[in-house]
């Protein structure tokens, strides 16, 4: 069965470090591209950065040069480590598998000035 468990959120001040992890489990993990995202109450859900099935990535314009997305295979684990954090990273954040569409179960980032 498909399962995305997530880890790693927290509260952290403005300029500070987080590193998110989505670890998999149910299906063939090196096969499928991720992705994160974000979402803030009274706004859409926000693609935050993709990782293809060979290590290719995408970042939105609001995080790139601040925010690295990455896998290990042999973990079946995906990362979002996040840098220079700003009050509005503040979300919460959810990894993604490609073509299944399955979805962790998110964890909030909470930045403070």
């Known amino acids: 069965q498909l399962q995305l468990v997530q880890s790693g959120g927290g509260s952290v001040q403005s300029g500070g470090s987080l590193r998110l992890t989505c670890a998999a489990s149910g299906y063939a993990f090196s096969k499928l591209g991720m992705r994160w995202y974000r979402q803030v109450p009274g706004r859409g859900r926000e693609q935050v950065a993709e990782i293809s099935a060979l290590g290719a990535t995408t970042y939105a314009e609001a995080v790139k040069g601040r925010f690295t997305i990455s896998r290990d295979n042999a973990k079946r684990e995906l990362y979002l480590e996040m840098n220079n954090l700003k009050f509005e990273d503040t979300a919460v954040y959810y990894c993604?598998?490609?073509?299944?569409?399955?979805w962790g179960q998110g964890t909030q980032v909470t930045v403070s000035s």
């Open positions: 993604y598998v490609n073509d299944l569409k399955g």
